[in-house]
């Protein structure tokens, strides 16, 4: 069973930062890609940013320059760096992994909150 655990959301003032972590547990596998979405009240689910086992990022165009993913590959953990934080980033944020064999599992989420 392949468990994964998001940690880190909060309530930030718009400016700030929050660093979010997401740890995966269990029979995974080889990961070869790992990923933070985030789910707004109203709207559907969208990628973040997303890396590869090479490390190879990419992000949506909202937060190019401002969110940082990073992982951990011993640890198999996931980051996600996020400054200069803004009213819309506030969400749900999600984890998400897909193994060698396409597999695709998702964490529980973690809320992130802008607001002054």
């Known amino acids: 069973q392949v468990q994964l655990v998001e940690s880190g959301g909060g309530l930030v003032q718009p400016g700030g930062s929050l660093k979010l972590s997401c740890l995966a547990s269990?029979?995974?596998?080889?990961?070869?890609?790992m990923a933070w979405y985030r789910q707004a009240p109203g709207k559907q689910r969208e990628l973040v940013a997303g890396?590869?086992?090479?490390?190879?990022?990419n992000y949506v165009d909202s937060v190019k320059g401002r969110f940082t993913i990073s992982r951990d590959n011993g640890k198999n953990t996931v980051y996600l760096q996020m400054n200069s934080l803004k009213l819309e980033d506030t969400a749900v944020y999600y984890c998400?992994?897909?193994?060698?064999?396409?597999?695709?599992?998702w964490g529980q989420g973690t809320q992130v909150t802008v607001s002054s």
């Open positions: 890396i590869t086992s090479a490390g190879l990022a």
């Open positions: 269990g029979s995974i596998g080889v990961i070869i890609y």
């Open positions: 998400r992994l897909t193994t060698f064999s396409h597999e695709n599992y």
